[in-house]
C-alpha cells in the first residue's frame, strides 16, 4: 500500500477494546501497542489491520498498562507506579513472568519512551515527566508535563513527543530541556498514544491511538422498547497530519473537505408585508485554517458583497407578501483544518500599538455587555489581579469565568451581569462575559462563529445537522494579529485544572462565518429593520446541514 493511502487510512485493529501505548516494532514493520481492557500486547500492521497477540500466556499481567517503548528485543513498560523491562521471548512460554524492575515513581506512571540510555516516563498526578537512567533508575531529570490529561511518549532524535487525552493535543518538546517547540490539535478526541512509522523515501507516518466509549442506538428484540441508547468501545489508530510554521507561529493537523449549507425557510408566524428589503446572511471566510473553495446560492439567487469588512450574501426582495413561501440560502464548499497557535507569554510583550479604530470597535460596549454595572467591573479586576501580561490577563479572566459559571443551554442571551449572578450560561453568555471583562482590561476581543460541523470525521459523505449554533471569541495581539480562543468547551471539572487544548486554537470542526459583525439582518433603505416590525425568528426557520466529504492531504506551505 502506498504512503499517500495510509496518509488517510484509519487502522482498526482486531479484537481490541482499547489501545495504548504505541511503539515501532523495525524487526518486523509493525506497530506495537497494548490493550489496557485485555492485557494484550498486539502487533498491527496498518496496512492491513492484521493483527497478531505477543503475550497470550501473559495477557493478564498487563491489564491496566497504559505505556510501552520497544529497544532492540526488550519491551518496557509502565504498571501502576513501577516501570519495568522484560524480553520478547519471554513471552513464548507459559510460566511465571518475572520482568525487571527498574523503578518507582510518588504516583502513577502512564507513558514511556527510552532514547540511548534514557528513560522517559510520565506520570498524570504529579504533573512531570521524569528522565531515569536506564540501568540504575536514577532520576537525571524532570520536565513539567504539558497538559492535565492521561500522557503518553514517544523520542523522535531530539525530539520528546507527547500525546495528552483530555487536551486532545500531541506536543512537540525539546528532548533535553523539556520545552514545548510546538502543539497540535488531533482530530478525534482521547488520543491514547503515539508513534512515528517510517516509510521508504517518504516521511515517517505519525500514528495517534484513540480509545474511547461511544454511543449508539442499540435493537433489542425483547424490550418493549427495542432502540436502547447504550455505549461501546471503540478503539483505533489514524495518521497525524503537521504542518509546522514558525514563522506564522502556528501549527495545522488533519483536515476536511467540508459542504456546508444554510439555508432559510419564510414561514411567517404572523401576518406582515415588507417592502424593498435586502435579506444578508453572511457567508465564510479564508482564514489561516479554513479555505473557501466555493459558495454558490439555494432556492433564489443572491449578490455576494463585502459589508463592513464581512461578505454576505444579499437576497433582494420588491416585497414579501403576508404568508408568501420562500427557500433560499448558500451552500459552501470548506477546507477546514485544525490549528493550534503558539506563543509564550513573552512573545506577546511587544511595543507594537493597537490599530487605529481597533477601540472604537473591540474596546467599547456596543453589544450590551453591561460594562459599567459594578459586578462586570469588579470581575474584570479581580480575574487579572496584579497580572500585567497580556497573554497571562487573557488566560486568568478565562480560568476566572469558568471558575464561576456552568455550562448550560437558554432560550435567550442575557447580559453579562445577570450571567455573572445566575453562575450559569450558554456559550453565547461565556463571550459575552469573555467580552466584557478583556475589554475592561484594555484587551481587544470581538466574537467568531457561528456553527461547528458534527464532529464525526469518520461518517462520509452523508448529512450531518448540528443542535445548536455556537460562537467563541478572538483576542487582539499588537504587532501580531487575532488569535482564537473557545467559548466553554474546555470548562470541564469544577476549578480546574482546565485544559488549554482550545485555548489559542480550533478544531477542524469549527466554521469561521463572521468576526464582529451579525450574522444575518433584515435591510431597508440602508437601515436594519426593527425587532417590533419584523424578526428574523418570527419570519423564517433556519436549515444547516453539513457534509464531510473526504479527509485533506497534508497541508504544504
Known amino acids: 500500500m502506498t504512503s499517500d493511502r495510509l496518509l488517510h487510512r484509519t487502522v482498526r485493529p482486531y479484537g481490541v477494546y482499547a489501545l495504548h501505548g504505541l511503539a515501532y516494532d523495525a524487526t518486523r514493520n509493525a506497530i506495537l501497542a497494548i490493550d489496557s481492557a485485555r492485557g494484550y500486547l498486539v502487533e498491527i500492521d496498518p496496512a492491513t489491520d492484521d493483527t497478531r497477540t505477543l503475550n497470550p500466556y501473559h495477557a493478564e499481567e498487563f491489564i491496566g498498562v497504559t505505556g510501552i517503548a520497544l529497544a532492540g528485543d526488550r519491551l518496557w513498560f509502565t504498571r501502576s507506579d513501577s516501570i519495568y523491562s522484560c524480553a520478547i521471548g519471554d513471552f513464548a512460554q507459559p510460566g511465571r513472568l518475572e520482568p525487571k524492575l527498574l523503578a518507582s515513581l510518588p504516583y502513577g506512571a502512564s507513558g514511556i519512551a527510552l532514547w540511548q540510555s534514557v528513560v522517559y516516563v510520565c506520570s498524570q498526578k504529579s504533573g512531570y515527566i521524569y528522565a531515569l537512567h536506564n540501568e540504575t533508575g536514577a532520576e537525571l531529570a524532570r520536565y513539567?508535563?504539558?497538559?492535565?490529561?492521561?500522557?503518553?511518549?514517544?523520542?523522535?532524535?531530539?525530539?520528546?513527543?507527547?500525546?495528552?487525552?483530555?487536551?486532545?493535543?500531541?506536543?512537540?518538546?525539546?528532548?533535553?530541556?523539556?520545552?514545548?517547540?510546538?502543539?497540535?490539535?488531533?482530530?478525534?478526541p482521547t488520543p491514547t498514544g503515539l508513534c512515528f512509522f517510517p516509510q521508504d523515501g517518504d516521511d515517517d507516518i505519525l500514528y495517534i491511538a484513540y480509545a474511547r466509549e461511544e454511543p449508539y442506538i442499540r435493537d433489542d428484540p425483547n424490550a418493549a422498547n427495542p432502540y436502547q441508547l447504550t455505549f461501546r468501545d471503540t478503539t483505533f489508530l489514524h495518521p497525524l497530519h503537521v504542518y509546522h510554521n514558525p514563522e506564522s507561529r502556528y501549527t495545522l493537523s488533519n483536515g476536511y473537505l467540508v459542504e456546508m449549507s444554510y439555508v432559510e425557510e419564510l414561514a411567517a408566524l404572523d401576518p406582515v408585508v415588507l417592502e424593498g428589503i435586502e435579506w444578508q446572511i453572511a457567508v465564510p471566510m479564508d482564514s489561516p485554517r479554513q479555505k473557501v473553495r466555493s459558495i454558490e446560492p439555494v432556492g433564489l439567487p443572491f449578490e455576494l458583497r463585502e459589508i463592513d469588512g464581512q461578505m454576505m450574501a444579499v437576497f433582494p426582495f420588491d416585497r414579501l407578501d403576508e404568508y408568501e413561501t420562500h427557500l433560499f440560502g448558500w451552500k459552501a464548499t470548506l477546507e477546514l483544518r485544525g490549528i493550534k497557535y503558539h506563543f509564550r507569554p513573552s512573545d506577546a510583550e511587544t511595543d507594537a500599538e493597537i490599530p487605529e479604530g481597533y477601540t472604537d470597535l473591540y474596546l467599547v460596549d456596543n453589544d450590551n455587555l453591561t460594562m459599567d454595572a459594578d459586578i462586570v467591573q469588579r470581575a474584570a479586576h479581580a480575574a487579572i489581579g496584579s497580572e500585567t501580561n497580556l497573554l497571562r490577563k487573557v488566560l486568568n479572566i478565562r480560568d476566572y469565568t469558568y471558575d464561576r459559571l456552568e455550562y448550560g443551554i437558554k432560550p435567550q442571551i442575557d447580559t453579562p451581569d445577570v450571567v455573572l449572578r445566575r453562575g450559569m450560561g450558554s456559550c453565547g453568555e461565556y463571550v459575552?462575559?469573555?467580552?466584557?471583562?478583556?475589554?475592561?482590561?484594555?484587551?481587544?476581543?470581538?466574537?467568531?462563529?457561528?456553527?461547528?460541523?458534527?464532529?464525526?470525521?469518520?461518517?462520509?459523505?452523508?448529512?450531518?445537522?448540528?443542535?445548536?449554533?455556537?460562537?467563541?471569541?478572538?483576542?487582539?495581539?499588537?504587532?501580531?494579529?487575532?488569535?482564537?480562543?473557545?467559548?466553554?468547551?474546555?470548562?470541564?471539572?469544577?476549578?480546574?485544572?482546565?485544559?488549554?487544548?482550545?485555548?489559542?486554537?480550533?478544531?477542524?470542526?469549527?466554521?469561521?462565518?463572521?468576526?464582529?459583525?451579525?450574522?444575518?439582518?433584515?435591510?431597508?433603505?440602508?437601515?436594519?429593520?426593527?425587532?417590533?416590525v419584523a424578526s428574523l425568528g418570527d419570519l423564517s426557520i433556519n436549515h444547516v446541514r453539513f457534509q464531510i466529504l473526504e479527509e485533506l492531504p497534508p497541508a504544504t506551505a
Open 432 to 532: 459575552g462575559v469573555f467580552l466584557a471583562l478583556l475589554r475592561l482590561n484594555g484587551i481587544p476581543c470581538r466574537t467568531v462563529g457561528r456553527y461547528k460541523c458534527p464532529d464525526r470525521a469518520e461518517q462520509q459523505r452523508m448529512p450531518l445537522q448540528p443542535d445548536f449554533n455556537h460562537v467563541w471569541i478572538e483576542f487582539y495581539v499588537p504587532g501580531y494579529g487575532w488569535i482564537p480562543m473557545e467559548s466553554n468547551p474546555d470548562d470541564i471539572d469544577d476549578r480546574g485544572p482546565y485544559p488549554m487544548r482550545f485555548f489559542m486554537g480550533l478544531a477542524w470542526y469549527h466554521v469561521e462565518i463572521v468576526k464582529g459583525v451579525k450574522f444575518e439582518r433584515i435591510m431597508k433603505d440602508g437601515k436594519r429593520i426593527d425587532k417590533e
Open 144 to 188: 513539567n508535563a504539558p497538559g492535565v490529561g492521561l500522557e503518553n511518549l514517544f523520542v523522535r532524535d531530539g525530539q520528546l513527543w507527547v500525546s495528552d487525552t483530555i487536551e486532545q493535543t500531541v506536543y512537540c518538546l525539546d528532548r533535553e530541556t523539556g520545552e514545548v517547540e510546538f502543539q497540535l490539535l488531533t482530530p478525534f
